[in-house]
């Protein structure tokens, strides 16, 4: 007799249909949900830098480094060539105005004033000899003069005799006429000698003027000669320290070759390297700052080279107010140099998430702290610490500025402690 066999509700096959039909669903589900803008990951916070939006004082800056200098360095070449003879001092030595530092020898130079020595003796000399006779030619002159002044007198005193006895009728008029001829005579000899003696005095007073000027132009001549020979003993043109000398005993040194340095002690300067990026925003006046021994310095901008080398230019800055204590020459400092004034903005710390998002989002959590979700923000101007924010968030958000370099697409994070 056959046996009627009882149909099952939940068949295996059917329990295999269902279950591959959930699992297609679930794979279907998974993948809508994972592309449609709503991943989730699970992040520990202990790897995580997790940041609160602050609103603060902002300025803009860039780290660059500088390096002290003397205030004013004159550099020392050699004015005259010559051969290095004797040197007086070593590289480091402290110097007062007018300190030797070094002799040169010239031959040709010494021969030279040597020559103009004795050139100068011998107009000197002439000089001299043409004085005596000028002086001699003048006393001539002034006895001759004496000596028609006399003779015209005589002639005077003879005429004005003779005259008063021709009109007495006492002498006749041939006598008369010779005393009137010997006068007239002897006015027209001093006529002449005057005019002579007037033309010697001028001749005279012209030739010593010219012989004075020759003399001077010599002399001249010869302290120029001299000043050059001396100037092949080097000395130091202001008070300072000798730096950078070059020069060895033997040595030949051709005319305006560098021998050293001199680095005045009148105070230091910061000379600084800035990248020509910044050129166009760089002018006197800008300031920085910098830590010494536990202590912040000021500086401001006095100089600015724009000639570009290597993609560098560099700007000269001083010390506001006082000088750090044992700060040295050579020394480098690290220094924030300031490109606008502080402002009060909302601030976001730098951190590696710029690098994935370009600054146009951050992950912001949310009021319970425990996810964090995408969130479009604006960043403007940045310094070493923070970026400058403009909009998306508000103080008091808190937002992870480590590194998204792991998260790829994820919209959501959940975060665990």
């Excluded at 800008?286 to 901008?301: H, N, P, Q, R």
Aim: proline share 2%.
């Amino acid at each position: 007799m056959d046996r009627v066999i009882e149909k099952k509700t939940w068949s295996n096959k059917r329990l295999m249909t269902i279950a591959g039909i959930t699992g297609v669903v679930l794979l279907v589900g998974g993948s809508i949900f994972f592309t449609s803008g709503k991943s989730k990951l699970n992040v520990d916070t202990e790897r995580i830098t997790i940041s609160e939006i602050k609103k603060g004082p902002f300025q803009e800056f860039i780290p660059v480094n500088g390096v002290v200098l003397p205030l004013s360095t004159i550099y020392l070449d050699a004015i005259e060539g010559g051969r290095v003879e004797e040197k007086y001092v070593e590289d480091g030595a402290m110097l007062k105005k007018g300190d030797p530092i070094l002799r040169l020898s010239n031959t040709d130079l010494e021969l030279s004033l040597a020559n103009q020595q004795t050139a100068v003796f011998n107009v000197l000399t002439q000089m001299q000899i043409s004085r005596d006779q000028a002086q001699q030619n003048t006393i001539s002159k002034l006895n001759s003069m004496a000596d028609v002044d006399n003779a015209l007198k005589e002639a005077e005193r003879v005429y004005n005799l003779d005259k008063r006895l021709y009109d007495q009728k006492a002498i006749g008029l041939q006598e008369y006429q010779s005393a009137l001829n010997l006068y007239n005579y002897q006015l027209r000899r001093k006529r002449l000698a005057s005019q002579i003696l007037k033309q010697d005095t001028v001749s005279t007073s012209a030739q010593v003027k010219q012989s004075a000027e020759s003399y001077a132009n010599m002399k001249g001549t010869l302290e120029l000669m001299k000043k050059k020979v001396g100037d092949l003993i080097v000395r130091a043109p202001i008070d300072g320290q000798l730096t950078s000398m070059d020069a060895e005993i033997g040595q030949s040194k051709n005319k305006g070759e560098h021998l050293g340095q001199l680095d005045a002690q009148n105070g230091f300067k910061v000379q600084v390297d800035v990248e020509e990026h910044y050129l166009s925003r760089i002018f006197a006046g800008l300031k920085g700052d910098f830590t010494f021994a536990d202590k912040t310095y000021k500086l401001v901008i006095k100089k600015v080279f724009t000639q570009v080398t290597s993609g560098r230019f560099k700007v000269d800055m001083a010390f506001v107010g006082e000088l750090p204590k044992g700060i040295r020459k050579g020394q480098t400092l690290q220094i924030r140099l300031a490109l606008s004034d502080e402002t009060t903005s909302l601030l976001v710390p730098k951190g590696g998430f710029y690098q994935q998002t370009g600054g146009n989002w951050i992950f912001k959590l949310s009021e319970d702290g425990k996810t964090a979700y995408k969130t479009d923000i604006q960043l403007g101007r940045y310094n070493t610490d923070n970026y400058e924010l403009l909009q998306g968030l508000k103080p008091g958000d808190k937002v992870i500025t480590s590194s998204y370099e792991n998260y790829g697409d994820i919209q959501e994070l959940v975060l665990k402690k």
